[in-house]
Nanobody
């Protein structure tokens, strides 16, 4: 399973960006699809997640500004980011948790990350 994230870039504060993550490789099932971010010198934080049932959850620091979505087949994961702030500057990573095969345990797969820079 491979994850490829795209859509990062430089944007002014108050602007918007849309991140996308494409999954290749089959999985038996997926529990959650997630976006994390890591700012320089800081830990990696969960930004938003969406379950196989379509339930979305957000970190408090992005509630009301970011929206996570995925396609029906769970092959793509998006993150619409509005009203961006300088503190949103980070490398954003997509993450998928699930079982590659029925008898295997859950694995956590990570993409390489895409850089989002918000200028004030």
């Amino acid at each position: 399973v491979q994850l490829q994230a795209s859509g990062g870039g430089l944007v002014q504060a108050g602007g918007s960006l849309r991140l996308s993550c494409t999954r290749s490789g089959s999985m038996f099932d997926i529990n959650t699809m997630n976006w994390y971010r890591q700012a320089p010198g800081k830990q990696r934080d969960l930004v938003a997640s969406i379950t196989s049932g379509g339930v979305a959850n957000y970190a408090d620091f992005v509630k009301g500004r970011f929206t996570i979505s995925r396609d029906t087949n769970q092959n793509t994961l998006d993150l619409q980011m509005n009203n961006l702030k300088s503190e949103d500057t980070a490398v954003y990573y997509c993450n998928v948790v699930g079982r590659p095969k029925p008898t295997w345990p859950k694995y956590s797969y990570w993409g390489r990350g895409t850089l989002v820079t918000v200028s004030s």
